[in-house]
């Protein structure tokens, strides 16, 4: 179910209905001129690359992210001809595969694909270090950004005061079902009171609404309601486009997993217990 859900969203968010059943002939970019950057502001250049990555990504998700990066630096390799069409090319797929959960393809994007030292100005390089700031700054390995605030219930918390050795961090939305099946995991399948302490972000009609669902789940931790929503400072520190997003930090702050579901989240779990 998991393998068929990222190919599903794959497809699903680079918008329309591509079918690039020729991606792989030898011919298929000779009507893309990657310097017209008037081909950024129309659907053209978007549904070209994404129909050569449909082909060749989805039809395997066993080597997904493999078959991702390998047919990205084809698309970058070309679009570095023209940095204006660069930065969209990065900003589109930064966004595409963060939303899959895909940390290894995003991780790879941040380096700057096909692009050497010295190969650009520094103007460009500032115009590129500010699209991938924000990702940047939640990226695995990164310090998490801080936060601090009243929780639903009038507890005061901020995140680096805590002392707990791991935190799960999960922004939510009331009205989305798998949020609600990735919380009853982590309530009913770990320890909320020693192991993990439990931090939470919903998007709601009211803080009522989030009271009622936090109460009706039994969830123990923190529990915040910003009527900000998607413009809420914690939503714009962490990079929040889609829920459920999940961070785990360590004792030290660092973001050390981002998983895309419970599962991913078990074997992580699984995999720190065996080091």
């Excluded at 590129?128 to 310090?143: I, N």
Aim: charged share 25%.
């Amino acid at each position: 179910m998991k393998k068929l859900v990222h190919i599903i969203l794959f497809c699903m968010f680079f918008v329309g209905p591509v079918w690039a059943q020729q991606g792989t002939k030898a011919d298929y970019w000779d009507d893309v001129d990657f310097n017209d950057t008037t081909l950024i502001s129309s659907s053209v250049l978007k549904d070209k690359v994404i129909g050569f990555l449909f082909e060749n990504a989805c039809v395997d998700e066993a080597h997904f992210d493999s078959l991702s990066i390998a047919n990205l630096n084809i698309v970058f390799e070309k679009a570095k001809t023209n940095m204006r069409t660069y930065e969209y090319m990065l900003e589109l797929m930064l966004n595409g595969y963060t939303n899959m959960g895909r940390d290894a393809v995003t991780d790879y994007l941040l380096n700057y694909p096909q692009l050497a030292e010295g190969e650009i100005t520094m103007a460009e390089g500032q115009r590129l270090d500010s699209v991938t700031e924000p990702f940047q700054k939640v990226r695995v390995g990164a310090k998490a950004p801080d936060f601090s605030g009243l929780t639903i219930d009038g507890k005061s918390y901020q995140l680096y005061d805590s002392q707990a050795n791991n935190i799960i961090i999960v922004f939510w939305s009331t009205d989305c079902e798998y949020c609600h099946d990735f919380l009853n995991s982590i309530r009913k399948k770990l320890d909320l009171k020693s192991d993990f302490e439990l931090v939470t972000f919903a998007l709601a009609e009211n803080q009522k609404e989030v009271a009622a669902e936090v109460k009706k789940m039994h969830l123990l931790g923190y529990h915040f309601y910003d009527e900000k929503r998607w413009d809420g400072k914690a939503y714009l520190d962490y990079h929040i486009t889609s829920t459920p997003t999940v961070f785990v930090l360590d004792e030290a702050k660092t973001i050390v997993c981002k998983p895309y579901d419970w599962l991913e989240l078990k074997d992580w779990i699984r995999n720190k217990k065996q080091k």
